[in-house]
């Protein structure tokens, strides 16, 4: 169980921006895996700002006014960066990650000028009607980790997901294991119904990236 961020000792991990500005974000020294912002979650907070999506002299801002949907949020690193770059973000997590969630919206409010951010709750396989329609993106650092999870989290992808969505997945490969099963039935499973685009690491920020940690654009079959 997640401990309760109210009783939690804080250390905080920062993100630099491109434009230097640094989102600062509160960890909890106890807790479960949701409570810390792990390294998929920064190379996918800093895909976010590459060129492709965001280039301010170009007047490039694939992100403004996009409805971004963040799964497994933890402790919000990622649609904190989305929504810092213009997105209107909805970060989902358990009940025990919302209290750490809200705080570190708190904690980055300054920094969020034409995007936004909230937090809900979401259960994986469950209801998703209050995230509809679907969003322009979904977000997921590092969800693919416990076997019982992975039916339910395709499940809520399905349900999510609209023909225009792209969801992007970012992973860190761990070998150790029961991790490569569960990362083998993630994908045999998705692919019943998405496919799958890896990206190349001359894509990604050429800082924070590494070649076990993998990002993919995932849309719905046509």
């Not at 960066?81 to 209290?99: F, R």
């Not at 980055?108 to 209050?130: H, R």
């Not at 979904?138 to 992808?157: G, R, W």
């Not at 083998?184 to 990206?199: A, H």
Request: glycine share 6%.
């Amino acid at each position: 169980m997640a401990a309760d961020a109210d009783e939690c000792d804080y250390f905080v991990r920062e993100i630099e921006k491109n434009d230097g500005c640094t989102l600062k974000v509160k960890q909890c020294y106890l807790g479960d895996v949701g409570c810390v912002v792990w390294d998929a979650a920064i190379v996918l907070a800093k895909y976010l700002e590459t060129k492709q999506f965001y280039e301010p002299s170009s007047r490039v801002n694939v992100w403004a006014d996009r409805r971004v949907l963040e799964l497994g949020a933890g402790t919000g690193a990622v649609g904190l960066m989305a929504a810092a770059l213009g997105a209107d973000v909805t970060v989902t997590d358990l009940e025990d990650l919302q209290t750490l969630l809200r705080l570190n919206i708190q904690e980055n409010k300054t920094l969020i000028d034409s995007g936004s951010i909230t937090a809900k709750v979401l259960k994986w396989g469950e209801d998703v009607s209050d995230f509809l329609p679907p969003p322009h993106y979904i977000l997921m650092a590092d969800c693919i980790y416990y076997e019982q999870s992975i039916v339910p989290l395709v499940e809520s992808l399905k349900l999510l997901s609209g023909p225009e969505t792209c969801i992007i997945c970012c992973y860190e490969q761990r070998t150790e294991g029961i991790n490569p099963k569960v990362e083998r039935q993630f994908f045999e499973l998705l692919q019943q119904n998405f496919i799958c685009e890896e990206i190349p690491a001359d894509k990604q920020d050429p800082e924070f990236s590494s070649p076990d940690i993998h990002i993919l654009h995932i849309r719905r079959n046509v």
